[in-house]
């Protein structure tokens, strides 16, 4: 006798298909939004939506791009597609890839396909947020359920948040002991993956390339070294954890920040942004490391206290309203800021005349990353150290051409830097007094 239809699960029901929806989390691996999609779905559809609001060419950039990303960045999301799309092909899969306005989308192809279950990895970015509402209640009116795990980050920013009364705490040691020791497990390794369903009318793109979205190469003299994806960034992963002195001896900010042909810290940061990287994976690798050694260094210098950085931006920048602006910001001070945007003109160029400033700025344009440090001292030279020119201004140059360009990160430290927020005392080496948030 066949069970009522109530007692099934209903993905055991014929038809009951899951979208996936990629947005970061640009990965096979420890991605719970992807296992679920998998698990019991006769068809998953691998979606992701190539945003006018990043990519759209703008010809009147200051550098080649669009008007909220650099080349760089907009190639290392395109390879990040095609080895993710190379990736679901080995499973039996592969990558959906559609144009517009992402929740228009996202709305029309589950109007149109099979889909039951709608999985999508949560988001903290306030653009995020905003367009995941808008998919959420659109698949709830609709009864489509929805699963949205958080895996981005290795805690989620709203517990910590609720374990301090509702208020992100504000200083990296208070940040530690809310949080405490994490407790995640990775999720399973896909071997094989349900077939795409039927994409009806849709006209599928494949994976562009930055000339079919219209960019002209040769505008840009020289390109990042850095390929995206998530094959490089478990590659180079391997390569740093190959080293169990090196992982257990970091200590930022020792290091030096003008080594370029192998840089003094991991250049994973572009790969965590994307999440080609897992955050959590990465952790995990780095605990098993520290297993195996007799001594390792501990936050906030060690390898994992760079990660814990990154938690902790994302749960203050998540809990604090208005965190990317000075104004109705109530964790930044109000400073009289200049707006000469000749100065600021000087700095993006690298025309300031300052030859350790300018390469910076250089390697920023040419490659979209650079060293820590190096980040420190162009901050702190445009707004509080030399210039004086609002942190934000220098905060949109550094979003819109950094590779690993993360919302919470980007705004904190540019915070941080400029004296607004977190840190207020410098150091200063003629007193030889140090500050009292040393922030490395
Ligand atoms: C003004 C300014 C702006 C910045 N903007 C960004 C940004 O947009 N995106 C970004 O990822 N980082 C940003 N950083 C933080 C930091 O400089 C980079 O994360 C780091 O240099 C990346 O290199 P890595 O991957 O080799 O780091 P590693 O030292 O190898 O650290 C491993 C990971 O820890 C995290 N991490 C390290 N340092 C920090 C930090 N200070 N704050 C938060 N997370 C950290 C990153 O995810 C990084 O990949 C900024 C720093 C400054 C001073």
């Given at each position: 006798?066949?069970?009522p239809?109530s007692?099934l699960n209903?993905?055991?029901?014929?038809?009951?298909?899951?979208?996936?929806?990629?947005?970061k989390?640009?990965?096979?691996?420890d991605?719970?939004?992807?296992?679920?999609?998998?698990?019991?779905s006769t068809?998953?559809y691998?979606?992701?939506?190539?945003d006018p609001?990043?990519?759209?060419?703008?010809p009147?950039?200051?550098?080649?791009?669009?008007?909220?990303?650099?080349?760089?960045?907009i190639?290392?999301?395109?390879?990040?597609?095609?080895?993710l799309d190379?990736?679901?092909?080995k499973?039996g899969?592969?990558?959906l890839?559609?144009?517009g306005?992402?929740s228009?989308?996202?709305?029309r192809?589950?109007?149109?396909?099979?889909v039951?279950k709608l999985?999508?990895?949560?988001d903290?970015?306030?653009?995020?947020?905003?367009?995941?509402?808008?998919?959420k209640?659109?698949a709830?009116?609709?009864?489509?359920?929805?699963f949205?795990?958080v895996s981005?980050?290795?805690?989620?920013?709203?517990?910590i948040i609720e374990?301090?009364?509702?208020?992100?705490p504000?200083s990296?040691?208070?940040f530690l002991?809310?949080a405490?020791?994490?407790?995640?497990?990775l999720?399973?390794?896909l071997?094989?993956m349900?077939?795409?369903g039927?994409?009806?009318?849709?006209e599928i793109?494949?994976?562009?390339?930055l000339k079919?979205l219209g960019?002209?190469?040769?505008h840009?003299?020289?390109?990042?070294?850095f390929r995206?994806?998530e094959s490089e960034a478990?590659?180079?992963?391997?390569?740093?954890?190959?080293?169990?002195e090196?992982?257990?001896?970091f200590?930022k900010?020792?290091?030096?920040p003008?080594a370029?042909?192998?840089p003094?810290?991991?250049?994973l940061s572009?790969?965590?942004?994307f999440?080609?990287l897992?955050s959590r994976y990465?952790y995990?690798c780095?605990?098993?490391v520290y297993k195996?050694?007799?001594?390792?260094t501990s936050p906030?210098?060690s390898?994992?206290g760079?990660?814990?950085?990154?938690?902790?931006?994302?749960?203050?920048?998540f809990?604090?309203?208005?965190?990317?602006e000075?104004?109705g910001?109530?964790i930044?001070k109000?400073i009289p800021w200049?707006?000469?945007?000749?100065l600021?003109?000087?700095?993006?160029?690298?025309r300031?005349g300052?030859?350790?400033?300018?390469?910076i700025?250089?390697?920023?344009r040419?490659?979209?990353?650079?060293?820590?440090?190096?980040r420190?001292?162009?901050?702190?030279?445009l707004t509080?150290?030399?210039l004086?020119v609002?942190w934000?201004?220098?905060?949109?140059?550094?979003e819109?051409?950094?590779i690993?360009?993360?919302?919470?990160?980007?705004?904190g430290n540019?915070?941080w830097?400029?004296?607004s927020?977190f840190?207020?005392q410098?150091?200063?080496?003629?007193t030889?007094?140090?500050?009292k948030?040393i922030h490395i």
């Amino acid at each position: 006798m066949k069970p009522p239809l109530s007692l099934l699960n209903p993905s055991m029901l014929s038809g009951s298909g899951s979208l996936m929806w990629f947005r970061k989390g640009l990965r096979v691996h420890d991605n719970p939004a992807l296992e679920y999609a998998s698990r019991g779905s006769t068809c998953v559809y691998p979606l992701f939506v190539i945003d006018p609001h990043y990519m759209v060419l703008d010809p009147n950039a200051y550098s080649p791009g669009s008007t909220r990303a650099g080349i760089n960045r907009i190639r290392f999301l395109l390879e990040s597609l095609a080895d993710l799309d190379s990736s679901l092909k080995k499973l039996g899969s592969r990558l959906l890839v559609l144009k517009g306005e992402p929740s228009e989308v996202l709305i029309r192809c589950l109007n149109e396909w099979d889909v039951r279950k709608l999985c999508f990895e949560y988001d903290t970015d306030p653009y995020y947020q905003a367009l995941d509402d808008k998919a959420k209640n659109y698949a709830s009116a609709a009864g489509i359920e929805v699963f949205s795990p958080v895996s981005h980050t290795i805690f989620d920013p709203a517990d910590i948040i609720e374990k301090n009364g509702g208020r992100p705490p504000l200083s990296y040691q208070s940040f530690l002991k809310l949080a405490g020791e994490p407790s995640f497990s990775l999720s399973v390794e896909l071997s094989w993956m349900p077939p795409v369903g039927d994409v009806g009318r849709c006209e599928i793109l494949q994976v562009p390339t930055l000339k079919e979205l219209g960019y002209v190469e040769k505008h840009q003299d020289e390109f990042t070294p850095f390929r995206g994806g998530e094959s490089e960034a478990l590659r180079r992963l391997r390569e740093s954890l190959s080293d169990k002195e090196w992982v257990a001896n970091f200590e930022k900010p020792k290091g030096d920040p003008s080594a370029y042909i192998k840089p003094a810290t991991t250049v994973l940061s572009p790969y965590l942004k994307f999440g080609c990287l897992s955050s959590r994976y990465f952790y995990q690798c780095l605990k098993d490391v520290y297993k195996n050694v007799k001594r390792h260094t501990s936050p906030p210098v060690s390898l994992v206290g760079q990660l814990l950085w990154r938690e902790f931006f994302y749960t203050v920048a998540f809990g604090t309203p208005n965190f990317d602006e000075m104004k109705g910001n109530k964790i930044c001070k109000q400073i009289p800021w200049n707006d000469d945007d000749k100065l600021l003109a000087a700095w993006r160029e690298a025309r300031t005349g300052y030859p350790w400033i300018d390469a910076i700025m250089v390697q920023l344009r040419k490659w979209g990353w650079m060293h820590h440090l190096a980040r420190h001292s162009v901050a702190c030279f445009l707004t509080r150290g030399d210039l004086f020119v609002h942190w934000e201004k220098g905060r949109d140059i550094f979003e819109r051409l950094l590779i690993d360009s993360d919302w919470a990160i980007n705004n904190g430290n540019w915070l941080w830097l400029s004296c607004s927020s977190f840190f207020y005392q410098a150091f200063s080496p003629h007193t030889k007094r140090h500050a009292k948030g040393i922030h490395i």
